[in-house]
């Protein structure tokens, strides 16, 4: 798999302009993802060659904040493009942008001088161990990780059950807490390559498996000062949270969309029968065309302290995802016994539409933190 770098076309500044960005990355997906898609969801395949060469593209790098403010809508909807052919792929991407939007966002300079043009570049990999610290934060779970001061930084120790986008060369951000002022949150990236830190492979899942994912273990990491995103971490995490969330809706949109096209391809065969589902095609054409707009509105403006904007992205990112088992649940009742054939892309899509539901946050937590206010 070759560079792109030297092919791409560029303005004055040697940024990939945005709407060239997204051509190129939905041009690597249709030729290089497409045949290697099954390989990834058996879990055979890790494709670190691949989003290396969407990072050449520009795919991680779009959302980069400029002048206090940062535009999401390049960033989901590159995401979305690979989303509509391997959603685990489309997860993998939301890890990595995720993990740029960490760093592009802390006000270390030393941490962002060091991995900023390398995270956004792809020329390193990487994710976000924020399953567990989101759940805590709504009382949902309590912080696996601790952490205690010493001379230049923090020793951290815990374990943390699943994170993705991961391999011995990768880093991550994550949060611990305090043992020496309780209560008190530092975010930080965990360097994979560390020998205090273990990656354990996971059982397998339902879908996803390709994804890089593992528990990790930390036994007395030493965290640097100029790995230390944020401390303390609140005002931090309440800055990042609706880009975290709202990058997420690039994997609804994508598989929704391919699960309207699978709709579509049996319409000749099956169409004289299926016309008596109460969900057609047309009726996902608009909820995605309802959820695309909505979502763009939302993500020009990441940084909006509003409560109401917030209470907003939570809404769109529960509506996301209980659109995307809506949407697989029909294609699949439309395939009928073809798609219940193991390895069909209906199958596949339904498996990962169940991921983008249960992914933190998951439906049930979305729904606890409209509940909660």
Not at 57 to 78: C, F, K, R, Y
Not at 226 to 239: H, R, S, T
Not at 241 to 257: D, E, H, P, S
Request: proline content about 6%; glycine content about 10%.
């Amino acid at each position: 798999m070759g560079s792109l770098g030297s092919n791409l076309a560029t303005d004055d500044t040697g940024v990939v302009p945005v709407p060239s960005m997204i051509k190129q990355v939905t041009a690597i997906v249709r030729k290089e993802l497409a045949p290697i898609a099954p390989a990834i969801d058996a879990g055979t395949v890790y494709p670190a060659e691949l989003l290396r060469h969407l990072g050449d593209a520009g795919a991680w790098g779009s959302h980069v904040p400029e002048n206090g403010a940062a535009d999401l809508n390049a960033a989901i909807q590159s995401i979305a493009a690979m989303g509509e052919i391997c959603g685990a792929t489309a997860f993998m991407a939301w890890c990595q942008n995720t993990l740029v939007w960490y760093i592009a966002n802390s006000a270390n300079k030393a941490l962002v001088d060091r991995l900023l043009d390398d995270t956004a570049s792809g020329r390193l990999l990487g994710g976000t161990g924020l399953s567990n610290p989101m759940k805590s934060f709504f009382g949902i779970e309590k912080l696996k990780l601790k952490g205690r001061k010493v001379e230049g930084g923090y020793v951290v120790r815990g374990v943390l059950p699943w994170v993705s986008n991961l391999g011995p060369d990768h880093m991550f951000g994550t949060i611990f807490e305090r043992e020496d002022a309780p209560g008190e949150i530092v975010m930080f990236i965990a360097d994979c390559a560390d020998p205090a830190v273990t990656l354990q492979p996971c059982q397998p899942f339902l879908a996803m498996d390709g994804t890089g994912t593992y528990g990790v273990q930390f036994r007395d990491l030493f965290v640097p000062d100029e790995l230390i995103l944020a401390d303390p971490a609140g005002p931090f995490v309440k800055k990042i949270r609706a880009g975290f969330i709202l990058l997420q809706a690039g994997m609804a949109l994508g598989l929704i969309k391919d699960c309207i096209k699978v709709m579509q391809e049996v319409e000749a065969p099956l169409g004289h029968v299926n016309r008596y589902l109460p969900q057609q095609p047309v009726n996902f054409s608009e909820l995605a065309a309802e959820l695309a707009h909505e979502t763009a509105a939302l993500a020009r403006d990441p940084f909006n302290p509003d409560e109401t904007y917030w209470r907003q992205v939570v809404a769109l990112r529960l509506r996301a995802g209980e659109a995307s088992v809506a949407a697989a649940h029909a294609a699949m009742l439309h395939c009928g016994a073809r798609g219940y054939i193991k390895g069909n892309r209906a199958e596949r899509r339904l498996r990962e539409a169940y991921f983008v539901a249960i992914v933190t946050p998951a439906t049930k937590q979305l729904r606890k933190m409209l509940a909660d206010g």
